[in-house]
């Protein structure tokens, strides 16, 4: 293996949002992982919420904003893991609606936040 180089760094991608890394000392590294984050990632996602979304990331596959985040609705992700299952591994919905959410350019805060507001209802 050979060290990266300025001109190698363009090949480097965002483990979070898969944008390209030009700049190696301005990104960060995750610590777990060694999967490199860009500067926008690393400004606007705690070190505790890039390493959620990494780990998600590499268990389900995909990248931050994938998708839409408007063909998001966690009340009906809700529902339809409800009516598929009858035995339902709590830890392992949530993870996976979590997942989804991130795919939807959904934030780990964002997310939370629309959890507090359907057990509110």
């Known amino acids: 293996m050979h060290a990266i180089s300025k001109n190698d760094s363009s090949m480097l991608k965002c483990g979070v949002c898969r944008a390209d890394i030009s700049d190696l000392s301005a990104g960060y590294q995750s610590g777990f ?19 959620l979304i990494l780990n998600l990331m590499v ?4 990248y ?5 985040s ?3 609705s966690l009340k009906k992700y809700i529902l339809n893991v409800i009516s598929e299952k009858e035995n ?3 830890n392992e919905v949530n993870m996976k609606m979590m997942h ?14 629309k959890l ?5 209802l």
């Not at 992982?33 to 390493?51: A, W």
């Not at 268990?59 to 995909?62: D, E, N, T």
């Not at 931050?64 to 839409?68: A, L, P, V, Y």
């Open 70 to 72: 408007k063909k998001f």
């Open 64 to 68: 931050f904003g994938k998708e839409s």
């Open 33 to 51: 992982l060694f999967i490199p984050i860009c500067k926008s990632c690393r400004k606007n996602f705690s070190k505790d919420d890039i390493e």
């Open 88 to 90: 339902v591994d709590p």
């Open 100 to 113: 989804s959410a991130l795919l939807h350019g959904i934030s780990p805060k964002e997310y939370i936040k």
């Open 59 to 62: 268990a389900y596959g995909g």
């Open 116 to 120: 507090e507001e359907l057990t509110e």
